[in-house]
């Protein structure tokens, strides 16, 4: 949901050492827990006619009698800083949840000058105990890839993946209508609906950026993944934060993960694409730049994040095939390629696991 739900080893509020403290949400809270998922969870923000229709239904929902709780983390200068939203909802009781209590975390934000410091760990931690108290026993959310692992310390666990069906009919209220296969533009009866709803029945996919290395004899280097048993070797790069464009996040996450700059203009190896699968109800697609050959000091200079990688390692491509699962190393073969041709390589065999 968003980045600062990587697992961080302290999460201490800016300048003070202390942990971040999540305060309990009120009505009040209802307009900036809007923004906040409209600024950094939705893929399209909304307009401010929605901001202000979803303010009015969710105010009176934070209220003890509602159906809604959250927690939130103010900054030094009283704005949200960080937001943590859930949705409880009935279903039919059963050994595991005898109350018949489910909540849904709908909503994990953090403004980005605040991210990687625990603030969403803090809030969502607060809101499970706190929904915990209130006999919920089933907890449901969405995690992002890189979201997933403190996901799992809080206890969830994978499922299958997502289906969702849209069937809504809205009057055309708002001045602000959707175009696109099946939505015709001012025709009586055409069935339109709002961007922020057409948005939601689109397919969804989350978006990541690798940079390609290799030594000066054209050995690839990866790193070894900390946290992913199932790829343990693992180009530089990540998932892209909101506002960001492919390129801007290989730099970005190539500058964290080993400290080394991405040298300009960009040069596309490969598309990557998976479709969903058990362990991630969203397709993936990724671009994979080349970042060139490294000098042995440059090797020899990179700076791990503990948290992610925990060695760098050059070997020559073949070497490579033995440590990798075999998709991981058609990848790795097909980037080789189109370093060597010129020719950018697409490769779409990058699907989750169906089992």
């Known amino acids: 949901m968003n980045r600062d739900t990587t697992p961080a080893p302290t999460a201490g509020a800016p300048g003070t050492g202390r942990p971040p403290v999540a305060r309990v949400a009120t009505p009040a809270d209802a307009e900036g827990i809007v923004r906040m998922h409209s600024a950094y969870v939705l893929s399209e923000p909304l307009s401010e006619e929605w901001i202000r229709r979803c303010t009015t239904q969710l105010a009176p929902r934070l209220t003890t009698t509602g159906d809604a709780r959250a927690y939130v983390i103010d900054a030094p200068n009283g704005s949200m800083a960080a937001c943590a939203l859930g949705l409880i909802h009935s279903m039919l009781p059963a050994p595991a949840y005898p109350e018949g209590l489910a909540a849904r975390v709908h909503v994990v934000a953090t403004r980005p000058g605040f991210r990687r410091r625990g603030y969403a760990r803090a809030v969502v931690t607060a809101l499970l105990a706190r929904l915990r108290t209130e006999h919920v026993t089933l907890f449901e959310l969405h995690a992002s890839e890189e979201a997933a692992p403190l996901y799992r310390e809080l206890g969830f666990a994978g499922s299958a993946a997502l289906m969702r069906m ?190």
């Open 166 to 355: 849209t069937r809504l009919e809205v009057p055309a209220t708002l001045g602000e209508q959707a175009t696109g296969p099946g939505l015709r533009d001012g025709s009586e009866g055409s069935g339109r609906m709002p961007t922020e709803v057409y948005a939601e029945t689109v397919p969804k996919a989350t978006c990541f950026a690798c940079v390609y290395f290799t030594d000066e004899e054209d050995r690839p280097l990866q790193l070894h993944s900390v946290y992913s048993p199932a790829h343990p070797w693992q180009l530089a790069g990540g998932t892209m934060d909101p506002g960001e464009r492919p390129w801007e996040t290989a730099v970005r996450e190539c500058r964290e993960e080993t400290g080394l700059t991405v040298p300009g203009p960009p040069r596309l190896l490969a598309t990557v694409y998976g479709l969903p699968g058990a362990a991630w109800p969203y397709s993936t697609l990724g671009l994979v730049f080349d970042g060139g050959r490294l000098t042995a000091e440059q090797i020899r200079g990179i700076a791990l994040d503990p948290r992610e990688h925990d060695e760098a390692r050059v070997l020559p491509l073949g070497a490579w095939e033995a440590l990798m699962p075999p998709r991981d190393f058609a990848r790795l073969r097909a980037l080789a390629e189109a370093r060597r041709s010129g020719v950018a390589a697409y490769f779409d065999a990058w699907d989750w696991e169906t089992e």
